[in-house]
């Protein structure tokens, strides 16, 4: 700074210490059978026993929770062992997130799930997409764990959160400031190209924080 540099310090996420580990729903590194299970979309093999194998059993299972948050429906002629028409695929789609509403956890008899809505919907969280699942859907605060499994205002224990950190100091930035402005990740490139002189980037999705900037 001494050199007459502006500096940007950023996180995409703080960490969250949760209550619940393993997760309830919302495993990020894998598959979640269990609530998936007890609602009845996802089923699992079993050897000569009846006991249950690690591995899906996918003519029998029509959705299933994956990578934090979403769900994906088993459809027919798009996935390798669909077994869902795709003319039901709307209507399962409702029942999957009534069903992610109605569910309580056992032990508490809270609600798990704060959020639910289609991949189409989700477009509003900048969560959707051909990549993503056919439901996108956030754990209620206190069912958190780590981060990404809920909203970004979700709070942990021991004053935690997935707050991301954002300072801004040097030229063009006002000194011993602080704002009351949520700053968002895609935030930060206008912001810099504001600095700059520069255009702001064509496929930017945020804007500059012109609450930190001086008027130079």
């Known amino acids: 700074m001494d050199e007459g540099y502006t500096i940007f310090v950023v996180s995409d996420h703080g960490l969250l210490v949760g209550e619940n ?3 309830i729903l919302g495993e990020y590194g894998g598959l979640n059978v269990s609530v998936m299970e007890k609602l009845g979309y996802t089923t699992l093999k079993t050897d000569a026993d009846g006991h249950k194998l690690d591995e899906v059993d996918w003519e029998k299972t029509t959705a299933v929770q994956i990578r934090s948050n979403y769900i994906y429906i ?3 002629g798009r996935d390798k062992h669909g077994i869902v028409d795709p003319a039901d695929k709307y209507e399962l789609e409702e029942q999957v997130i009534s069903d992610l509403y109605n569910y309580r956890d056992p032990d508490t008899g809270k609600r798990v799930v ?3 809505v289609r991949n189409k919907d989700a477009v509003v969280f900048g969560t959707n997409g051909d990549e993503a699942g056919d439901i996108f859907f956030t754990v209620n605060e206190g069912f958190n764990r780590l981060h990404g499994d809920g909203l970004s205002t979700a709070e942990g224990y021991f004053n935690t959160s997935v707050t ?3 300072v801004a100091a040097g030229p063009g930035i006002k000194a011993n400031y602080t704002t009351e402005r949520v700053i968002r ?5 206008p912001t810099i190209a504001t600095l700059l002189g520069t255009h702001v980037p064509e496929q930017c999705e945020g804007a500059p924080i012109y609450q930190i900037l001086t008027e130079d």
Not at 185 to 189: E, G, N, P, S, T
Request: glycine content about 6%.
């Open 114 to 116: 704060g959020l639910a």
């Open 21 to 23: 580990v393993p997760p």
């Open 74 to 76: 088993n459809v027919k």
């Open 164 to 166: 991301p950190t954002f």
């Open 185 to 189: 990740q895609v935030d930060v490139a």
